[in-house]
């Protein structure tokens, strides 16, 4: 097994430091070129650990990368310092070795990941058990939430999210150039399909289904 670890962190110091701790302990550590992470395809070789932030800055997001990654022949650890369960989901599913959490102190993280790099195996089995388990119920809501807002056709879902902005109905067929009756029979259909009885009890079903699916909206103000 390949001892090569490539640091995949838009954080430069941080990136600098784990580079230098892991060489410092015989490991044939190295940053990327300064290029789009999707260049890191090519210099991750069979075997190469790719520490890999979840976050990549400008929006990017490194669960997408895990996949090509394993396919390439790396193995893959994921560094995040955040929370987002559907992101850490998707890394396990696509086959990410372990997630490790950035506030861990720093002598621990690089145990971490010479462990990793050694065995392969997660440093902590319990906690990530927990995790594991953790990012496959998020995972699982969001599979739900989808499928009930992919029962809507593509009006009702217009309609839905004018309603969770905060639009009336009678602005909403304003809008359409749709009659007011036209308007509130999409919503009885939307209401039908989200299992509620009235509109605000949608527009709080609606909230709950679109941050489970990642999705944002904000109300008018």
Sequence with gaps: MTNR???????LLLSQLLVSALQERGYDAALPPAAPPGDVLAVAGPGTLVLLDLHLGEGRDG??????????????LVLTGSHDLLAV??????GAVDVLDKSLPFDELVDAVAAAVTSGQPHDPASHHRMVHAARTRSARRSDAQAVLDRL????????????????AEEIAAGAGVSLTTVRSQIGAVLTKL???NQLAAVARARTLLADVGETHHARG
Excluded: N, Y
């Design 5 to 11: 670890v490539l640091v995949v962190e838009d954080h």
């Design 63 to 76: 669960s997408r990368l895990v996949a090509p990654l394993r396919a390439a022949g790396a193995r893959v």
């Design 89 to 94: 989901a998707r890394a396990l599913e696509a």
């Design 153 to 168: 056709t593509r009006r009702e879902r217009d309609v839905l999210d004018l309603l969770v902005a905060g639009v009336p």
């Design 195 to 197: 299992g509620v009885h």
